[in-house]
């Protein structure tokens, strides 16, 4: 007696997400597990199953929903099926797989496969034999624990993208298990879906089609810059555009925090080439150094570093972006250095609809981890070495004509000579750089040059691009543009392999581009540039690639250099004649503007073949590549060349070529829009012999592989269709694919030494390495594809699907060749000699061998093509036509003419006879006579068409459709003006001549075309779309059956267009013999009779009935320059039209006055078959005119098939009140059982889920903090905690939590508080919540419980209670180690019982000890003072994109309204918006005799009787349509990530508000320069509904001398959240309180609001018994720790209300009422902004919430206050006592000594901002310095962001630009010189939040307390107030290690101690002190030594304390030795006066 359902898997997915389904029947809802980082498919092999007591209704439903899962946010919906349960009832059994439906009612691509059984409780049906079918078992695979998904939830489910990744390394698997039924093995069965859909890609260009782009890049902040005393300012390019970050002075570690955008519109291809650079850069020597944004001025700097990688790494990343990531800053001129430091960035790539999606949180400590979280891809090594990748460039040949031939013409007549006009070079572009040859003039340039890049291994980028290009004098012309993958010629090799480093050739490059232009106007030379397709042969070029990595000692730039190469000619190899043969069987279809123009088609290969551009087979070279004028000039090799093309012109002379047809002039097709080619029974041939290189086994060996994946391919693709379709053979079918595979890979070893021998296999390295890499992965293919056969059945034939589905994508890769071997073909159409029309061939698809395995998939194949436009002719309109349909068979092979059978013409089709040109038959022939063809008849039933494109200014069609078969065209009647139009015809095309074998059609039909068209009745008719069909073919000698009815996409260009409901068949005969046509109808629109389809192909018809609901309408523009006065709606369905009533005056009332009408109408009983509805908003004007105003089409109805709600439904079981009561108890009992008594009810009848045994007795249960009591007739929850679970430690932690309600602490506490700190404290603990569950934690946002996993749960809850056992009973000796592992093992276990508690109560109802209203589960020791604060809820997207809330559409759904023509295919429909429909619909099956006839009224309304009108469903409990007044509160909190507007990089927003005509612009509030603007404002505006409910939030940037330009805009529907029964007036708070910061705003009390909820669900009022309320039959109980008293603003301690406590509480489990619904709480939402001029581009994020309250009420007293919070001023004083070991860095000249003259300087704002510096201590010799010096700085604090705040003057001082940045404290140590700049030592950056502890003493300073940071203690000096000790001064250095290495390392630079102080500006000013030493509060004088001074001033003491200190000796040894001198002098100058007086007077 149950509903079972087996719920499979959901296929075609986009993107990659984790993914939920969500199943509900009879209001029970099932989840089920969660598939992790599904892409494509997403397997869950889940069964849910409800009880029935009573048998279900046919009109019951089952409605699946499919969810991307998020952790932390909201899921968002993906799409929906509701299934009607009739015929499961029928049936018993029912499988399914069905597409699924977006909330836009628009069938998607992804489609869900499920199984539903019903067992009725009569046992009358579902008496199921094989009980085990009911479950579907899961294979697990233990690969996932190897592959690192230990992080992810499993949960049993397979994503399976992800595991694809791991499948790659299982080469040997289980060998089988024994048993297995071997012949069921060897099966190969036929394919089951041969007749596949054809999707007409011919012209598919979206890669080429230009988009918009959006590159966001985020500077956050750099680290280790190299460089001392730096200014850095960060650069950031992204192709050619840059933008500069400001300049930060003075710091190694920068912080930006700064934003930027790049806006491109380029195509895919093209943008992710471009190179993204950031670099470091020195800004030096710039007058006026405070510029906040250097811009192009910083004229002056120099290159610290720089980082490269292009935009496809960025784009490959997942989610497109890189998150806190750091950037490695390398030298360019030297990148073996080493980094020269880092930058912290994001950077994100988004296109046009991406939404970006939130990063993954973090801490900033993870992030901090520079080495762990490099910018770099996934598998890419930090440690990089230096390689040199060499491009060597040998020679070109063919290269086109790129100037006029009238120039050619007027410089041979001057010169007399044949000139090559090319002058040519290459240029080779890679990593960033550019490398060019030189120029050679010549069609066959040689240039053996080599172009050397030096760049890191592995390098950033994934493409070398090569172009060849012409100079020229004004600007050069890109020739041709070839790109090379990386990937593709480079191995990063295996444990069994070996790699490759990047390596190719030599080998030539086919070059393709455009046709060459003939005129002088511009044609498209984007094809040049590598932009599209080629359409024309451009020349070869020889090259070759090699890498080698350079000796670790060789260093030098990041550059391209080019060297001359001196080997020989390279790639002279012997050339063999090839031949292109095609047939053309049939050309059609060719566009009428070719009318009257002779027509023929030309095939080229290579330059072979090109007749119309000279290039033709008698004009292959040029006079001026070999004449022989110059001669002298030459030198031998040039002698040498030249000789050679002179053979070459010799031997291609001789080669026969018939390229093109004769020209022949169309005939055109009956109804003249298409023409024809009159080809006969004589089929047009084409040939062209041209001498190529033997490669053709490099051909071979590619199609070899490429056979085997295509044969993988499909076979795989069967058994996936035989998967949805729950067929049982699907495992068998599987095993006969792997069965082929291994034959597959058999052949392959036959050949694989014949393909790798010989010339013609290649001889370069990259071959050999291909060949052996293809033969190594083809052994392992063959092993994994054994294990896949002996271990695949029937439960886990999806996994062993993958494991096939990754070999068939290797063998993909393998078979693309990256060295080219033959040109590819080209088809052209030519029409008075223009090139019309092409389409080009890979040449290895036609390519012929003798062995049918080698054999190219389409050589001597007959296809269907559709020749193109060429360039950018293929966009837009011109693109939609085709131009030609041919029929073609094409052979390419090598010309043998002396083979007597040719191999071209053995797969011809039978019955011709060859026509030659000439008698010989060495050539191929020029034509084919066929004789007697077979005769077929095509019927196309056409039934209908949906969604298709509106043509006319009504934005409607008048469709007709066109069917085409080869010659023969066939059109339906005309239905005016529909959208949907149902033809219901058949049409009928006689006498199909069809050539050759008649058994051939049954593989390959003919194509039919139909084709979808406007009419007008002027002018010709518009193409709306196009449906390619492959009919279904019955040959004269079968048995007839008629063919099924199909949707059929359509297409117009690459974008669908609707679909087309049709089925075609081919009969062969004529009108006898064949089965009778379908009867004839007249026709109102046709003058010709009319054939309907088949009774047997017609769907059969049920009657339905439809209720609609007519609310209004919306925003109506004006029609035709007038006002739109009395709309009113006309819905359509099925041919059957109900009318609403015109609204009389539209400017009172935009509402209908009768709102619920039906009507009756007949539908298919399949619902795939069932028509679309067609809304119509009609105007009815004077004189009876009705004035179309919009349209909305409704694809699927099927969404509004009537499902019965919860109030339609009686719950067994839950007839007596069941009363949830919730404790904190910790019990021994498992999860399983409680959550099993939790659902069960009485003994006999009740809920089950599935896999939970129901076992269970009366008593209580209890889990952690869940109580659960059960007696015989009521169950009891409550939610809360009892004071006596309290446990003694918790006590002792949170005392403040234990305290009254009403104490005098905690009125201090909250005193403080007010609205920013809920916002605050919600979202930094959603922030740390989404941090957790990145690290793998368990998931603690549940939705239900039937998504836990019990088994896993209750064993993990043991552990933990074990492990805290084990930790209380452990007796440790340290206290501090014991307290903090119980408090480890406490956190560890409150983790389970908060997912227990949101597993069955959800968010809101978490216990209060756990639970801080966000859903962020914290310990009472971690809570602090916020444990008070009461959380909002924050939603990071929009309110009504909230799953919980359903969009607000309970009552009306959105319907949009279109006019206008839909021009393009890109053009937005927004343009087109014409209003908006507000209603619903309701479609249920009712009995013939229910069907009641409408009768005209006479005002066009089809009106029923009142004694016939039935009860309507949409009837029941509508708001009212009347005006109603209404109060608007809106609070816009603040905006983040703006698109900056202004030069500099940022914008001056501000808030504009529109509703109706009412208009709010708060320009005078406008914040400049920013681009995260905190707004914090309110607005109060009184509107009407409904004239006046979208409210649309502008964001404008403000401009002074210019308009005001528009960043971006959302909408609101007012209207929706205000009918919604979800409360989304007014947020139910978290607590009821009637003062302070959490003042209770709503004017109704929640018990008014109870009572009101009560009313509208008409439910008996609510009850309050006690301390406990019962509502619904649920009985709520009070928490005895909040009581029900409150306290008012005088402290009075009140029992007031205590029901208010009671509602609230009700209010907050809203859910789990019978009837009820989540409740909006109090909330803030997250809007995305978007603006027209970047259509679907975000512009930023706007954060805010809506209060919405009746005029008719009473008003809220007061308005929330959400002014900004000011930052708070701090005064820090910093004294800086003294220095110590401070480097010296001086030396006296004269005395050799070592010195320094120390200063510090400190700074918290910046250099030039704040900073202040000490006096110098001179002369200091032993690193001490003395100061005594104060340090104020005053600054404001943020406390909230932890950020300091502070404003700088812009250029001119025009405006101020705010700045916050982290509370850090700089302080650096300097050495003054007094002639040149001081020279900078050291320093120390001090964060004030996160300090580290000074050390006491001197010696305990080391660089430890720096080298290891976040493993030092630290302290909050906002909290502690005060320290003091020293701190080390330290640098970044370079260290010699080696001969050449140098390494970065910190080297200790000296010891400051300072003493720190901080106050507020308050207390400041009580106690003022002076700067310096200055009063008040004067420090000391240093005590320096007197050896302290500056030599000029004190030349005393310089005397004293430098000579004589120094010299002392020496110059008392001076003195005396002069004295003695001086006294020998005299001495001797007195000496002779002595002796000659002695002498004489003695005489």
């Known amino acids: 007696m149950a509903l079972i359902v087996n719920l499979q898997c959901v296929e075609y997915l986009t993107g990659k997400f984790d993914r939920i389904v969500r199943l509900t029947f009879r209001g029970k809802t099932f989840q089920s597990n969660v598939v992790t980082s599904a892409k494509r498919v997403a397997y869950f092999g889940q069964s849910f199953q409800w009880p029935v007591a009573r048998t279900i209704d046919p009109d019951e439903a089952l409605t699946l929903e499919l969810f991307n899962f ?44 499920f199984t539903v059984r019903y067992h009725s409780p009569d046992g009358r049906i579902g008496n199921w034999s094989n009980a085990s079918e009911l479950t579907f078992p899961i294979s697990g695979n233990p690969q996932f624990e190897k592959e690192g998904f230990e992080n992810e939830p499993m949960d049993n489910a397979i994503g399976f993208d992800d595991v694809l990744d791991v499948f790659d390394s299982m080469s040997g698997m289980d060998d089988g298990i024994p048993g297995e039924d071997t012949a069921s093995q060897n099966i190969i069965m036929e394919s089951l879906f041969a007749g596949r859909r054809v999707r007409p890609d011919i012209l598919d260009h979206e890669m080429h089609k230009p988009k918009d782009f959006q590159i966001t890049v985020t500077i956050i902040e750099g680290q280790q810059l190299a460089g001392l005393d730096i200014d850095p300012v960060i650069l950031i390019e992204v192709g050619t555009e840059h933008r500069y970050t400001s300049i930060r002075q003075s710091s190694n570690c920068p912080y930006y925090n700064e934003y930027f955008v ?70 360019p001129k030297d990148v073996e250095a080493g980094p020269k430091g880092y930058i912290k960035c994001d950077i994100t790539i988004s296109g046009r609809g991406q939404t970006v999606k939130p990063p993954k949180s973090v801490k900033d400590t993870e992030t901090d981890n520079i080495e762990g979280n490099l910018l770099l891809p996934v598998g890419v090594s930090k440690n990089r070495q230096r390689a040199v990748y060499s491009v060597c460039i040998y020679r070109a040949e063919d290269l086109p004509q790129t100037d006029m031939g009238i120039l050619a013409s007027v410089q041979k007549a001057f010169t007399n000579k044949e000139v090559a006009f090319i002058d040519a070079f290459v240029q080779v572009s890679f990593v960033g750089l550019i490398g060019k040859t030189t120029v050679q003039k010549s069609y066959f340039p040689e240039w053996n040059e080599v172009l050397r890049f030096a760049d890191m291994f592995p390098p950033l980028c994934n493409r070398i691009k090569i172009q060849l290009v012409d100079e020229d004098a004004v600007s050069n012309e890109t020739v041709a543009t070839h790109f090379i993958e990386l990937s593709q010629i480079m191995d990063p090799g295996s444990e069994d392999g070996e790699g490759m480093l990047p390596t190719y050739g030599p080998s030539w490059i086919y070059f393709y581009g455009a046709q060459r232009n003939y005129k002088i106007l511009p044609g498209d030379e984007n094809l040049n540039e590598g932009i599209g397709e080629g359409t024309a042969y451009r020349g070869r ?85 070999i004449s022989d004028d110059d001669d002298d000039d030459e030198d031998d090799g040039g002698q040498q060349r030249k000789g050679l093309l002179r053979q070459r012109k010799e031997e291609e002379a001789e080669l026969p070529c018939h390229s093109t047809t004769q020209p022949m002039m169309m005939h055109m097709m009956i109804d003249k829009t298409y023409g024809y080619l009159p080809i006969n029974r004589e089929k047009l041939c084409l040939y062209v012999v041209g001498n190529f290189e033997d490669f053709r086994k490099r051909l071979l060996h590619s199609n070899l592989i490429g056979s085997i994946a295509d044969k993988l391919n499909e076979g795989l693709d069967d058994v996936r269709e035989m998967v949805r379709n729950k067929h049982n053979e699907a495992h068998r079918r599987l095993k006969g694919v792997i069965q082929e595979l291994l034959g597959d890979c058999a052949k392959y ?152 059978v040719k191999d071209y013409l053995e797969n011809l089709p039978h019955g011709y006879e060859p026509i030659y040109e000439s008698e010989s038959t060495d050539i191929p022939p020029i034509g084919l006579m066929y004789e007697d063809p077979y005769i077929f008849q095509l019927r196309a039933y056409i039934f209908q068409a949906r969604s298709l494109i509106g043509s006319d200014s009504t934005g409607l069609s008048d469709p007709f459709a066109r069917v085409i078969v080869n010659n023969y065209c066939r059109t339906t009647q005309i239905i005016e003006e529909t959208l949907c139009p149902t033809w219901d015809q058949s049409l009928v095309i006689d006498n199909i001549l069809i050539y050759g074998i008649k058994q051939d059609l049954l593989a390959q039909p003919p194509l039919v075309i139909v084709e979808i068209y406007d009419y007008d009745k002027v002018g010709q008719p518009e193409f709306l779309g196009r449906v390619i069909a492959s009919p279904k073919v019955t040959l004269e000698d079968e048995e007839y059956r008629e063919a099924q009815l199909e949707w059929w996409d359509i297409y117009r260009g690459s974008c669908r267009a609707g679909q087309l409901l049709a089925s075609f068949e081919l009969l062969e005969g004529n009108e006898m013999g064949l089965p009778p046509l379908p009867p004839v109808r007249s026709s109102l629109t046709s003058r010709e009779p009319i054939m309907s389809l088949p009774p047997g192909i017609k769907p059969a018809m049920k009657d339905f009935r439809m209720e609609v609901l007519f609310h209004g309408v919306r925003e109506l523009p004006r029609v035709q320059l007038l006002a739109v006065d009395h709309p009113r709606i006309a819905v359509e369905c099925a041919g059957r039209t109900i009318l609403s009533v015109a609204i009389t005056d539209i400017e009172r009332n935009m509402n209908f006055e009768k709102q619920v009408d039906f009507i009756d109408v007949e539908l298919p009983e399949n619902e795939n078959f069932w028509p679309p509805l067609i809304i119509r908003c009609i105007d009815s004007r004077t004189f009876g005119r009705n004035i179309l105003v919009g349209t909305c089409t409704i694809d699927y109805i099927q969404e509004f098939m009537w499902q019965p709600s919860v109030d339609d439904l009686a719950i067994p079981g839950f007839d007596t009140p069941a009363i949830l009561e919730i404790g904190e108890n910790n019990g021994n009992v498992s999860s399983s059982r409680l959550l099993n008594r939790m659902v069960s009810t009485q003994t006999g009848a009740g809920l ?17 903090n869940v109580e659960v009591q059960f007696q015989p007739s009521r169950a009891t929850l409550s939610v809360g905690k009892g004071p006596e679970n309290t446990s003694p430690d918790k006590k002792k932690s949170s005392k403040l939590t234990e305290e009254p309600l009403n104490s005098n602490k905690y009125r201090e506490i909250i005193a403080d508080f007010d609205w920013w700190s809920k916002y605050y404290v919600t979202k930094q603990e959603a922030a740390q919540l989404a941090i957790e569950n990145n690290k793998g934690n368990y998931h603690m946002q549940m939705l239900d419980y039937s998504s836990l996993d019990m088994t896993k749960l209750d064993k993990e809850i043991e552990e933990a209670r074990e492990r805290q056992k084990a930790i209380e009973s452990s007796k440790e000796t340290s206290k501090k180690k014991k307290k903090n592992k119980k408090k480890a093992a406490k956190a560890n276990f409150k983790k389970f019982k908060g997912a227990i508690n949101h597993a069955f109560v959800r968010e809101s109802t978490m216990d209060d000890d756990l639970n801080d209203g966000s859903g962020v589960i914290k310990d009472r020791d971690e809570c602090d003072d916020n444990s008070h604060i009461v959380r909002i809820k924050y939603y990071p997207v929009e309110l009504e994109n909230v799953p919980e809330y359903g969009g607000f559409k309970r009552w009306f759904q959105m319907f949009k309204l279109y006019r206008g023509k839909k021009v393009d295919d890109d053009e937005e429909d927004s343009n087109r918006l014409s209003g908006l429909f507000k209603g619903n619909f309701c479609i249920y099956k009712i009995a013939a005799e229910q069907v009641i006839e409408r009768q005209n009224s006479g005002d066009g309304v089809l009106a029923v009787e009142e004694k016939d009108m039935p009860k309507l ?55 400049n320069n920013q681009l995260n603007p905190i707004f914090g404002r309110s607005f109060e505006m009184d509107v009407t509904f409904p004239m006046e409910s979208l409210l649309k939030i502008q964001i404008w940037d403000y401009d002074t001398l210019s308009a005001d330009d528009l960043i971006g805009e959302t909408t609101i529907d007012l209207e929706d959240r205000y009918f919604a029964p979800n409360q989304a007036r007014c947020g139910i708070q978290e607590k009821y309180e009637i003062f302070g910061y959490n003042v209770w705003r709503n004017p109704l009390k929640p018990s008014q609001i109870l009572d009101g909820l009560c009313t509208d669900l008409k439910m008996e009022m609510p009850k309050y018994i006690e301390n406990s309320v019962v509502v619904g039959g649920l009985t709520f109980e009070a928490d005895e720790s909040g009581g029900g008293y409150v306290e008012n603003e005088l402290g009075e301690r009140k029992l007031l209300i205590p029901n208010e406590h009671l509602a609230l509480k009700v209010l907050k489990n809203w859910q789990t009422v019978p009837g009820g619904c989540h409740l909006v709480p109090e909330y803030v939402e997250t809007r995305t902004l978007f603006c027209d001029e970047r259509p679907g581009v975000e512009q930023g994020k706007l954060e805010m919430w809506i209060d919405m309250f009746p005029k008719d009420s009473p008003m809220p007293s007061n308005v929330v206050d959400i002014t900004p919070r000011q930052p708070k001023s701090y005064e820090l004083r910093c004294i800086i006592w003294n220095t110590d070991e401070v480097t010296l860095d001086d030396t006296n000249v004269l005395t050799g000594e070592r010195s320094s003259d120390i200063f510090v300087k400190g700074y918290i704002k910046g250099v030039g901002e704040d900073d202040q510096q000490t006096d110098v201590h001179y002369r200091s010799l032993t690193g001490e310095g003395n100061f005594n010096w104060r340090f104020v700085y005053r600054f404001d604090y943020l406390k909230a962001e932890d950020k300091i705040v502070f404003k700088k003057s812009m250029m001119l001082g025009m405006s101020e630009i705010e700045f916050k940045t982290p509370p850090n404290l ?90 720190l102080h901080l106050l507020t500006v308050e207390e400041a000013d009580k106690n003022p002190v002076g700067i310096a030493r200055e009063d008040p509060e004067k420090l000391p004088d240093p005590k320096r030594p007197d050896s302290s001074f500056l030599w000029i001033f004190n030349p005393l003491k310089s005397i004293r304390y430098i000579l004589w200190k120094n010299y002392k000796w020496y110059i008392i040894t001076f003195l005396v030795v002069l004295a003695l001198a001086i006294l020998v002098a005299v001495f001797v100058y007195h000496l002779p006066n002595y002796l000659a007086r002695r002498v004489f007077y003695s005489a």
């Open 541 to 625: 070029l020889l090259i070759s690639i090699n890498t080698t990595f350079e000796p670790g000692n060789v260093t030098g730039p990041s550059a391209v250099y080019r060297d001359k190469l001196q080997a020989g000619r390279v790639g002279d190899l012997p050339r063999k004649p090839f031949v292109l043969f095609a047939t053309i069987f049939d050309a059609s279809m060719i566009d009428r503007e070719q009318k009257d123009k002779p027509i023929y088609f030309e095939i080229s290969v290579g330059k072979f073949g090109n007749t119309l551009d000279g290039r033709g087979a008698r004009k292959l070279f040029k006079a001026s590549d």
């Open 70 to 113: 998020n952790k932390y946010l909201s899921n968002k919906l993906v799409g929906s099926f509701i299934l009607l349960l009739q015929q499961v009832i029928q049936e018993g059994e029912l499988k399914l797989s069905e597409n699924l439906v977006n909330f836009n009612n628009r069938v998607i691509e992804a489609s869900v496969s």
């Open 262 to 331: 790049f806006n491109f519109h380029e195509t895919p291809a093209m943008i992710f080439d471009k190179i993204i650079g950031i670099s470091a850069f020195h800004a030096y020597g710039i007058p006026g150094r405070k510029l906040l944004r250097a811009g192009n001025l910083v004229a002056a700097k120099r290159l610290i570093g720089s980082f490269r990688c292009d935009l496809g790494m960025v784009y490959v990343a997942p989610d497109h972006q890189f998150y806190h990531k750091w950037a490695v800053l390398l030298d």
């Open 749 to 900: 070893h036959r050949h694989a030494d014949n393909l790798r021998s010989g010339v013609s296999a290649g001889r370069t390295k990259l071959d050999r390495h291909l060949r052996k890499a293809a033969l190594d992965y083809i052994k392992k293919a063959t092993k994994m594809a054994e294990s896949i056969r002996k271990t695949t059945f029937a439960h886990n034939v999806m996994t062993k699907y993958l494991e096939a589905r990754e070999i068939s994508r290797r063998l993909e890769h393998l078979a693309r060749e990256p060295q080219h071997s033959m040109p590819d073909v080209l088809l052209w159409m030519i029409c008075d000699g223009q090139r019309v029309a092409y389409y080009r061939f890979p040449a290895r698809d036609l390519f012929h061998s003798g062995d049918k395995d080698l054999i190219g998939k389409h050589c001597g194949k007959a296809q269907t093509i559709f020749l193109k436009k060429p360039g950018k002719k293929l966009f837009g309109q011109s693109g939609w036509i085709v131009q030609a349909k041919l029929n073609i068979q094409l052979w390419f092979g090598e010309h043998n003419p002396k083979k007597p």
């Open 1248 to 1264: 089950s889920t599935p896999g939970v045994n129901q076992t269970g007795s009366n008593g209580p249960l209890a889990l952690n």
């Open 1513 to 1567: 469903k949409l009837a029941y409990g509508l708001p009212i349509h009347r005006p109603i007044d209404i109060r608007i509160i809106v609070y816009i909190v603040r905006c983040l990530d703006l698109h900056p507007v202004d030069f500099n990089g940022m914008a001056d927003p501000y808030i504009v508000l529109h509703c109706g005509k009412q208009k709010i612009v708060d320009k005078e509030h406008k914040i």
């Open 1866 to 1955: 700089t302080l650096q140590v300097w050495d003054a010189d007094l002639v040149s700049a001081d020279d900078f030592l050291g320093s120390i950056t001090l964060n004030l939040n996160k300090l580290v502890k000074p050390a006491k003493d001197v010696r305990k300073c080391s660089l430890k307390m720096v080298e290891k940071e976040g493993k030092v203690p630290t302290l909050n000096l906002f909290k502690n107030k005060r320290c003091k000790g020293w701190w080390p001064v330290v640098a970044r250095e370079k260290e010699e290690e080696g001969e050449d290495d140098k390494t970065e390392k910190l080297i200790l630079k000296g010891k400051v101690e300072a003493e």
